[in-house]
């Protein structure tokens, strides 16, 4: 089935640097790719949609200049968490778009838990 | 907008015990439904999905069946395993641009 990875898994930074997220599809092209944030027992709140070669579209409260999301290939996206902050801290979650058969799929990378001191 | 409800977790069953995991949603068009599963430690995969009214979708011993006149989609196992223990999320993909919206997540414990 299709694959997609996250690195790292697990990243702890001091608050104002910048951390960079990456998201690759393995095995399958993916023109779109979602980032979402989950905070402990709770749902997946989506951040924005990414889309290969053309700029990111941010849900609503989610400001784009402290996650700088770039999708600039068909298989890698990564997001960037600026001037990060503890509250900030957060288990960031990927996806690509994919076709499984003839239904269109998502596939979910593994997460990444990002831990600002 | 579109939302998806699920019922609050946790829910705790013993091994071989029947599972419902209740599932509803509000949406303006024709979505799609999804049930993901996120295993500890892990993220999410796909359990199963139904993209039109009446469809059942169905893997692994689990079923959900699409109602449109109930805005449902409620899991289903039969016999749970230890292994099933996760945490269920019901989705809806409004078919435009392939967005996902989930619902809160069921934690599911089950005892041997």
């Known amino acids: 089935g299709a694959v997609v990875s996250q690195h790292p898994s697990r990243v702890i930074c001091k608050s104002g640097t910048s951390v960079k997220i990456e998201c690759r599809s393995l095995?399958?092209?993916?023109?779109?790719m979602f980032w979402y944030r989950q905070f402990p027992k709770q749902s997946l709140m989506l951040m924005a949609t990414?889309?290969?070669?053309?700029?990111?579209?941010?849900e609503q409260g989610v400001e784009k200049d402290k996650f700088l999301i770039n999708h600039a290939s068909l298989t890698l996206s990564t997001l960037t968490v600026t001037s990060a902050h503890p509250e900030d801290s957060s288990f960031y979650i990927c996806?690509?778009?994919?076709?499984?058969?003839?239904?269109?799929?998502?596939?979910f990378g593994p997460g990444t838990r990002l831990t600002v001191l | 907008g579109d939302s998806v409800t699920q019922m609050e977790g946790p829910v705790t069953l013993s091994e071989e015990a029947f599972l419902t995991i209740n599932c509803t949603y509000t949406?303006?068009?024709?979505?799609?439904l999804f049930w993901y599963v996120q295993y500890p430690g892990e993220g999410l995969q796909l359990l199963l999905k139904?993209?039109?009214?009446?469809d059942k979708g169905s893997n692994k011993g689990f079923e959900a069946t699409y109602r449109k006149e109930t805005t449902s989609f409620h899991l289903e196992k039969g016999s749970v395993q230890v292994s099933d223990s996760a945490v269920y999320f019901c989705?809806?993909?409004?078919?435009?641009?392939?967005?996902?919206?989930f619902g809160q997540g069921t934690e599911l414990s089950v005892k041997p």
């Open positions: 095995d399958f092209q993916a023109t779109t």
């Open positions: 990414s889309n290969e070669g053309s700029k990111a579209t941010y």
């Open positions: 996806s690509a778009r994919g076709f499984s058969g003839v239904a269109d799929t998502q596939y």
């Open positions: 139904a993209t039109k009214a009446d």
């Open positions: 989705a809806l993909s409004d078919n435009q641009g392939g967005k996902l919206i």
């Open positions: 949406a303006t068009g024709y979505p799609s």
